[in-house]
């Protein structure tokens, strides 16, 4: 199958070994990945922090650069869902019902990487080795917004050599919230800090989940406890193997 | 054209209890260094979120209820006009009197000359949000009248000179040792060998209240439904101090925001099995009061009520922002949210907090007074599911974002980001310039620092995704 | 202009041209038959002391409560000897408030809650009769018991004062836990018996 690579902006700047992992474990399993240039950003941080107007220039390219492939995927469920439930609300918003039709259109056809992977192309044993103790956050996005379930753990569970352990309170939000994690610092802090208690408390080696973002958050703050715990995408672990 | 009747109005400055004294951030960071505050509130929210969600487990039919309760609501709204003048017939024709306030000043002298005229200065109140919300008791007291709140949480609140921080518990910030020494030092003739059972505590207020409820002879109420069809009210309760204020009094007056209507009686089905399972996590809450007008030779004799809009208009007329109004105040949103959980209510400034406050208390008084409860969210989406009417308050929290004032400085930010995201090449040299400044030390400045206080900033990687595609 | 007016214009001019939903989902259940056991059940977990199946005024008499304050609509084969009964014609809230307990029947038991619903008929009398003694003794009929919430609603009459008791007096105000015992009767005593021939 042919399928376009939707980085994210987050992944492509800070975070390319996820999307490196992305395409090795797509291509692994036998697939073309292509990666339609003049991607950027689908606009979410604008969406969330009230700046909907700026975004409109942004969800206008998204739908543009992806409109013409069948199958988009994104290792990300934040932004998955904005293009899922907040593209055509921008569209419709600006009156361009036109642009809220196509963005739909894409929509249907994007994919968050465990969705792909359980959903379309059918397979939970991805082949890969990855020999340590992992907890998993089930990011909100992906958990609330687009509801992917336990596929990511499905996922996991057959990864050779992995041992999956139960994260307490999983559901809870680590705080970062995109500008939440700025303008209400306090707050986005202590939600952190029961975050990371609790991912401590499973004496994992590894913190996963389908969002750099929240990664990023989790990781930033165990960085600075030097914790110990490493904050690894999902993708990365997935495109892992024993000859790797 | 109807507009001539006046355009939808937010709810005025100077009066109620809708607007806080700072922002959410600045009350929020003082609410986080209460440790004894965050215990109180992690073992309730706890608490209630497990017997919650027992007692929705028992029902097949959870999501085709609030399916259902979430339609019901929006069919009320849309033909709010007609229902509220068909309750008005109702209520009128079983012999109670209606009463129209536009606004939280109107509401309140409509109540204290009620109240003066039956020639009383005293007032026994059943919870209420809506009279808290236009500060029913500041003006009483001010006209001479003295308000005793029965309800076991408010009475907590009352007597510890503080204010509601949740909307079903209103003392849910306090634990049983701090409710013991206000009791102690706030109740007159209280036992003096008082402990901290809960048992206890709840005996020491049917003591306390007693002679009140069987002496006073005008009570103030709210109301959880009102039926349009028949004219019916409901009050749902635990402790018997709504029973006792519905019953006993000669005088009953009945203060009711305009949302609270429900088109049939049939429709009663869906929301007296949603909310309690949603609010205090039982299947049917101890007492439910329901009663049409007034019935000779059984309870009050004179019953008013009194529809109040105060800013519920405003909210009408934003076509996103006005499912806000299908919330029933069963605070399951709040129970679940990881910010009022660790925050509390009171820094939210209004009488309705956490996530339903935080879209609801905006559109009330206009997003200007209220400018950060739109961001007083991570956006994780809990409340949305929590939600037994299935309020998207996620989309409603971002779609308020677009309303309130932004910062300048912000402004300008977010207009060159997405001038930069427009524009690949730019966007490209952007990366590269933030891979070569590499942070130093992993500290930023304003408004930056926020993050870096606690946690550390990712070493930028070598290479972008998109160089790294470009040489394969 | 009057309030009524401003109000009603302000809230046509903020609906504008909003149209209802089309219809209301109701793929809820409803029409259910009642289970007996469940009602047992239900109130027996909210701390409501259940008879069943025994004779009415023995039960009552074992209870003990003294004075007994009945509505005027009594079944008289309910009322044990030897209790001093006090008929309500208008009791004061003093006199019931110090009563030794109340023996009413009841309009309909709503299995799936534990609920049972009074609506001031004559055997069930005013409201505040079941409301100050701290003991209340309420007979339900086999034939009152409903399956769940829309079943009851069906059966009662919204034009009567109701009110739907399920367990004793409870707060749940301190740490959201929930105790029994606040300002209504603390005790609440359900005798279940066969259904009217
Ligand atoms: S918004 Fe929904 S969950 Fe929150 S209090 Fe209202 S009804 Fe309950």
């Not at chain 1, 989790?218 to 790797?244: C, F, K, N, Q, Y």
């Not at chain 2, 009050?235 to 006993?248: A, F, I, K, Q």
Request: glycine share 8%; charged share 20%.
């Amino acid at each position: 199958m042919r399928i376009a690579l939707f980085v994210t902006c987050l992944a492509d700047t800070m975070f390319p070994a996820a999307a490196k992992a992305t395409v090795r474990l797509l291509e692994r399993l036998g697939h073309e990945v292509v990666f339609p240039a003049g991607q950027t950003c689908c606009g979410q941080m604008h969406i969330n922090t009230g700046y909907q107007k700026d975004a409109l220039p942004l969800v206008r390219r998204h739908v543009r650069t992806f409109a013409p492939y069948d199958v988009v995927v994104a290792p990300s469920g934040s932004c998955v869902g904005s293009v899922r439930h907040q593209h055509a609300m921008v569209a419709r918003a600006a009156g361009d019902e036109g642009l809220a039709a196509r963005a739909e259109d894409v929509a249907g056809r994007t994919y968050e990487l465990s969705e792909l992977l359980v959903d379309v192309l059918g397979v939970e044993d991805v082949g890969a080795y990855y020999p340590h103790r992992v907890t998993y956050h089930p990011t909100c996005h992906s958990l609330r917004m687009i509801r992917v379930g336990d596929k990511p753990q499905r996922l996991l569970r057959h990864v050779r050599g992995l041992e999956l352990v139960e994260l307490p309170a999983a559901e809870q939000c680590c705080g970062f919230g995109g500008t939440f994690a700025l303008k209400n610092a306090d707050t986005s802090t202590a939600m952190l800090a029961d975050k990371m208690r609790h991912v401590l408390g499973t004496g994992a080696e590894v913190c996963t989940a389908g969002d750099s973002s929240c990664l990023m958050h989790i990781g930033g703050g165990l960085s600075r406890l030097d914790a110990g715990v490493r904050t690894v995408h999902l993708a990365e672990i997935l495109a892992a193997t024993e000859a790797a | 054209m109807t507009t001539f009747l006046g355009m939808p109005t937010t709810a005025p400055r100077g009066v109620g209890n809708l607007r806080g004294d700072e922002p959410f951030p600045a009350a929020a960071r003082k609410a986080l260094g209460n440790a004894q505050l965050r215990r109180n509130l992690g073992h309730a929210t706890t608490t209630i979120r497990a017997k919650s969600g027992a007692v929705i487990g028992e029902l097949p039919d959870w999501q085709e209820l609030r399916t259902a309760g979430s339609a019901l609501k929006a069919d009320t709204m849309a033909r709010l006009p007609e229902l509220l003048v068909q309750l008005e017939e109702k209520v009128t024709a079983a012999g109670g009197v209606v009463h129209w306030a536009a606004d939280a000043n109107e509401a309140n002298r409509i109540v204290t000359e009620l109240v003066q005229a039956t020639g009383h200065d005293r007032v026994i109140k059943v919870k209420s949000m809506a009279t808290q919300e236009i500060g029913l008791n500041e003006a009483l007291e001010a006209a001479g009248i003295e308000p005793v709140e029965t309800d076991l949480a408010e009475l907590i609140v009352q007597l510890g000179h503080d204010k509601p921080s949740h909307i079903l518990v209103p003392a849910i910030h306090r634990n049983r040792a701090e409710i013991r020494e206000i009791f102690l030092r706030e109740m007159p003739g209280v036992d003096p060998a008082l402990t901290d059972e809960p048992v206890i505590l709840a005996g020491a207020a049917r003591r306390y209240l007693r002679e009140t409820f069987l002496s006073t002879k005008v009570a103030v109420s709210g109301a959880n439904f009102a039926i349009a069809e028949t004219g019916t009210l409901a009050v749902l309760e635990s402790e018997g101090n709504g029973r006792m204020c519905l019953t006993l009094p000669e005088t009953l007056i009945t203060v009711m925001g305009i949302e609270k209507l429900v088109p049939t009686w049939q429709d009663l089905e869906v929301f007296l099995q949603l909310l309690p399972r949603a609010s205090t996590g039982e299947r049917m809450n101890p007492y439910t009061s329901m009663w049409t007008g007034v019935t000779p030779g059984d309870g009050p004799q004179n019953f008013h009520l009194v529809l109040l809009d105060n800013g519920r208009s405003a909210v009408l007329a934003d076509e996103v922002g006005r499912q806000a109004l299908h919330c029933i105040r069963c605070s399951a949103c709040l129970n679940v949210c990881p910010v009022y959980e660790r925050t509390g209510g009171h820094a939210y400034g209004s009488v309705y907090p956490g996530p339903i406050g935080a879209v609801l208390s905006p559109q009330l008084t206009g997003v200007e007074d209220n400018a950060s409860l739109p961001y007083a969210s991570s956006l994780c989406g809990a409340c949305f599911d929590a939600c037994p009417v299935k309020i998207d308050i996620p989309s409603i929290l971002v779609h308020l974002r677009n309303e309130v004032p932004h910062p300048r400085a912000e402004q300008a930010v977010m207009a060159s980001a997405a001038y930069t995201m427009d524009h690949p090449k730019l966007y490209a040299a952007a990366q590269h310039a933030a891979k070569l400044s590499r942070f130093s030390g992993r500290r930023l400045p304003p408004p930056f620092n926020g993050w870096t206080a606690s946690r550390d900033l990712p070493e930028p990687p070598p290479e972008t995704f998109r160089d790294w595609w470009a040489k394969r | 202009m009057s309030s009524k007016d401003l109000m009603l214009g302000r809230i046509r001019a903020a609906l504008g041209d909003t149209a209802p939903p089309a219809g209301i989902p109701r793929d809820y259940r409803g029409d259910r038959v009642a289970d007996l056991d469940l009602l047992v059940h239900r109130l027996e977990d909210y701390r409501a002391v259940v008879h069943r199946g025994v004779p009415i005024a023995e039960t009552v008499a074992a209870l003990a409560p003294a004075p007994l304050v009945v509505p005027p609509g009594i079944d008289p084969a309910w009322l044990p000897d030897g209790v001093k009964v006090l008929p309500d014609e208008g009791l004061s809230a003093d006199t019931l408030a110090v009563a030794g307990g109340v023996l009413t029947a009841a309009t309909v038991a709503v299995a799936e809650t534990g609920t049972i619903v009074l609506d001031g008929s004559p055997d069930q009398g005013r409201r505040i009769i079941s409301l100050l003694p701290d003991l209340h003794i309420c007979v339900v009929r086999a034939d009152q018991v409903v399956a769940s919430v829309p079943e009851a609603l069906t059966r009662l009459d919204p034009g009567r004062p109701l009110t739907w008791i399920s367990g004793p007096s409870a707060t749940s105000d301190i740490e959201l836990n929930r105790v029994e015992g606040v300002h209504g009767p603390r005790r609440l005593h359900v005798i279940l018996t066969e259904a009217l021939s």
